[in-house]
């Protein structure tokens, strides 16, 4: 099992960013894919999941209105979309296989004006 994830991303308050996870080694619509943060000096926090095999998903309450979880089969990468960032969004981004023993690279989002 493999969860490649896009490089890192700096963007300024109030925009978006787009993280991608790329999985391979495994058939990608018979697994969730979860969603995690870890801003510096916290702990994991869970952002939400998706079910590639219909598209169901699930998010976090706090992150309800800001976060878009999508999949696209024919490349087996998820995406998480983070809009309105602020400064407290400054995090390394992961993606998880369902069960968390599977985990991308992490992903280093910076929100800096």
């Known amino acids: 099992v493999l969860l490649v994830q896009s490089g890192a991303e700096l963007r300024n308050p109030g925009a978006s960013v787009k993280v991608s996870c790329k999985a391979s080694g495994y058939t990608f619509t018979d697994w969730y894919i979860d969603w995690v943060r870890q801003v510096p000096g916290q702990g994991l926090e869970w952002m939400g999941r998706i079910d590639p095999g219909d598209g169901d998903t699930e998010t976090a309450q706090k992150f309800q209105r800001r976060v878009t979880f999508t999949a696209d089969t024919s490349t087996s990468t998820t995406y998480a979309e983070l809009n309105s960032l602020r400064s407290e969004d400054t995090a390394v981004y992961y993606c998880?296989?369902?069960?968390?023993?599977?985990w991308g690279q992490g992903t280093q989002v910076t929100v800096s004006s």
């Open positions: 998880a296989r369902e069960g968390w023993y599977d």
